[in-house]
């Protein structure tokens, strides 16, 4: 129902960042993750419900001065796993899940600005989620379900960085009319459906792990 667009010009990526970043509102109700066949739009992350969550990402107690972030009630995320015992590694899928929620929130909620966008992103990460939001805004769509994060898995890296690979199953998840609030269910679940995403993320001086690579697979078998 929903894949990740993360090819665009240098210049479109650009405009797409200095649009969200320094404030594009919106109208309307919410906007919407990408689509199979250009209609169905996956779900990314949820209000404040996470599933099984690693505790860390919805209440942070390492004192660092985090962005709020808050999705719409219809829009729900849940990440599976819950804490890996290695208190590095939760921290990492912490930063990891508000990230995906961080670029939900920008797609489906009207703000001036989007301040965990870029607290959590940076680089190429920042300017891949910012063209697909504007994807969205473009197209006035939304969308509306739940999203599911799965076989997450930490690896760190020798120069201090950390790979993030998970799967992702937006079967649950419908396009919605960012103007109309209308909601289209008659859409399919499609193989495009299970996304394979690996990640790069690198820690800051603040102590955040923020986002600086992202690949994805679309109807990758490995997540079905």
Known sequence: MRTRRTTAAAT???AAVALLL????????????????GDRIAGADAGTETGSATPSASA?????????????SDVRNVFEGGATGDAKKDAVLADNERRINSIDEAITVDAKKYPALQFYSKGDALMSAASYIKSFRDEARSFTGTTRYYDREVTFLKDGAASVTYCMDATQTYPKDRGTGKVDRSVKASPSDYVFYSTRLEKNSEGVWQTATVSSTEAAEQCM
């Open 12 to 14: 479109a990526l650009t």
């Open 22 to 37: 320094s404030g594009c509102g919106g109208s309307g109700a919410a906007d919407a993750k990408d689509t199979k066949d």
């Open 60 to 72: 942070a107690d390492d004192g660092i001065e985090r962005p709020e972030i808050k999705l719409p």
